[in-house]
């Protein structure tokens, strides 16, 4: 398989006329200065496929549902279970399929999967307990994106001042009782070409101190990712009962490194921040969603100055867009400092590109050896006409990418994905979970 680009982002920076060639799904040749050949030509800039390090699948159902009436967080949260509450293994299924392929559309080729959607309403055990993480496989399978299962232990309701409270209602969906039956069900779950298993800890919330260092046991090498200070009453009913913050609880128990992703990390003190950076902890930052919830925004260059590498997700998929979430960082802090220029169009594109912390180290780069992970984003639209190329990932949004190539394999093709029209998918799945709601 050969492609040409007319421009590609290089581990050195943006090459003219770069012939690239792959072979079993691995990058064989890189050529800048060449010829085009019979390769296949493609348009505009070529940068490596982007890597979403936080999703919830089933959120996507609560795009443009939740806007009116205000609210926070919390009030946010209820319309979340109310879709939790209403998928089984068929419709999780296909909701999911739709999803991926919407991230393939955007130019995502790895996605990590947060996933505790693991049974039935009122936490009745499916005769094949892991039937909802097979429909997150089969649909990431049918929509062309590597995935990482995030198998996520959720053990309580909450926390509060006086301790953990509860399962309650659509919770109980996602809990497995104990740390221990949590953990003999991760061990169920089998890896596949396009499918590997990490796990999580949905937040000090949901899991108990007692339980992390088991988690982090089970993690063994593995992704290990975790929500960590998304909001201050998580802090605050963490400081009151712990006598600690999150990140010092994360860290006494074993639960820090460089295998381990925080995601959020919006409200932190300079101690969490010394903590995270010490034990080179990425951070996966989620704009779109952080400022839809009105959570904050995160001190991504204080971490990135401690030694956290920074990653970006889409989170609760508020927009489907990574070249956004991206933007994002540079935009909010430009708002929070007062000053242009804190993430390099470089950086950003590191940024998009953290394959490693979702458990796919060998993508995210255009160099021989590398994932066949191709990207080629238009530079002649109306968004990206007259940019120049090294500053275009600063203008484009998903609806400028035009083909996606994961392992070698062409998933979308002329701004269309092989699963035909998305957008109806999208419409199929997620209608029949507001009828009568």
Known sequence: MKWFAQCAWLPTGVARDVLIEADQGRLTAIEPGGAPGDASRLPGIVVPGFANGHSHAFHRALRGRTQAGGGTFWTWREAMYSVAGRLDPDSYLALARATY??????GITSVGEF????????????????????ALRQAASDAGIRMTLLDTCYLTGGL???GHKPLAGPQLRFSDGDVGRWAERVEQLAESDGMRVGVAIHSVR?????????????????????HVSEQPAENAACQAYYGATATTLLDDEGALGPTTT?????????????????????????????????????????LRAAGCPITVGTDQHAMTD????????EMDERLASGERGRFTPAELLTAMTGHAAVGWP????LEVGAAADLVAVRLDTVRTAGCAPEQALLAATAADVDTV??????????????LGDVAALLAASIEPMWVGG
């Open 101 to 106: 392929a919407e991230m393939v559309l955007s």
């Open 115 to 134: 996933h505790y959607l693991h049974h039935a309403p009122g936490g009745e055990r499916y005769a094949e307990e892991n039937v909802m993480a097979e």
């Open 160 to 162: 509060e001042a006086g």
């Open 206 to 226: 949901a899991v108990p101190r007692a339980s992390l260092g088991a988690v982090s046991f089970v993690a063994a090498g593995r992704p290990l990712h975790a």
């Open 262 to 302: 925080a995601v959020h990390a919006t409200h932190l003190t300079d101690g969490d921040v010394e903590l995270l950076g010490h034990a080179r902890t990425t951070i996966c930052f989620c704009p779109t969603t952080e400022r839809d919830l009105a959570d904050g925004i995160g001190p991504a260059t204080r």
């Open 322 to 329: 990574l070249l956004e979430e991206a933007r994002a960082l």
């Open 362 to 365: 060998e993508a995210g780069r």
């Open 405 to 418: 190539i994961v392992a070698g394999r062409p998933v979308v093709e002329g701004g269309a994905h092989r």
